[in-house]
T-cell receptor, first 112, second 112 residues
Framework: QKEVEQNSGPLSVPEGAIASLNCTYS??????FFWYRQYSGKSPELIMS????GDKEDGRFTAQLNKASQYVSLLIRDSQPSDSATYLC????????????FGQGTRLTINP | KAGVTQTPRYLIKTRGQQVTLSCSPI?????VSWYQQTPGQGLQFLFE???????NKGNFPGRFSGRQFSNSRSEMNVSTLELGDSALYLC???????????FGPGTRLTVT
């Protein structure tokens, strides 16, 4: 079983709709959770971090964490074509260890 | 504040050669991590340096090595290159005690 799993997609969402991206992780002791956005040919860009159960909102983005279910999600409201990218879920098992384990990424396409 | 910089951006090498990649972290960041990204394996952790010491290491052969200088700049070296080493090599820096990592633009290495 992979340590961090994501649906590879592609996930296609109409412009203006909510895009929902999901991630599960295997290590119950994981401490920190991140979402990165990666445009084709570019490097990953940190867009959200979450450390405790519940929701964390930043603009159009909401990260949700459920440690009991070992599940992290990212919601993108009012999706724009510029949101089309690969979204990577990353988990840090040991806080401060600076070692992130990444999922394979979900390719998201927003259709105008 | 300037971001993470990596040089060179592109490299073409032949099998058996060695290569050195360089990374300058964000000012004030003392932790530098290296990752390899390939279409098949995704993003995989190579190693992490803090205060000139390697603190964590991923599951890569000894041909992959690194070091960090007193100004926090880091280099990674790959010796006896193999075709499978063709990848995007990403460097990420973080502030001490934080798991949030910020990536540089990457070095695209092609081994022929």
């Amino acid at each position: 079983q992979k340590e961090v799993e994501q649906n590879s997609g592609p996930l296609s969402v109409p412009e203006g709709a909510i895009a929902s991206l999901n991630c599960t992780y295997s290590d119950r002791g994981s401490q920190s959770f991140f979402w990165y956005r990666q445009y084709s040919g570019k490097s990953p860009e940190l867009i959200m971090s979450i450390y405790s159960n519940g929701d964390k909102e930043d603009g159009r983005f909401t990260a949700q964490l459920n440690k009991a279910s070992q599940y992290v999600s990212l919601l993108i409201r009012d999706s724009q074509p510029s949101d089309s990218a690969t979204y990577l879920c990353a988990v840090s098992v040991i806080q401060g260890a600076q070692k992130l384990v990444f999922g394979q990424g979900t390719r998201l396409t927003i259709n105008p | 504040k300037a971001g993470v910089t990596q040089t060179p951006r592109y490299l073409i090498k032949t099998r058996g050669q060695q290569v050195t990649l360089s990374c300058s972290p964000i000012s004030g960041h003392r932790s530098v991590s290296w990752y390899q990204q390939t279409p098949g394996q995704g993003l995989q952790f190579l190693f992490e340096y803090f205060s000139e010491t390697q603190r964590n290491k991923g599951n890569f052969p000894g041909r992959f090595s690194g070091r960090q200088f007193s100004n926090s700049r880091s280099e990674m070296n790959v010796s006896t290159l193999e075709l499978g080493d063709s990848a995007l090599y990403l460097c990420a820096s973080s502030f001490e005690g934080s798991d949030e990592q910020y990536f540089g633009p990457g070095t695209r290495l092609t081994v022929t």
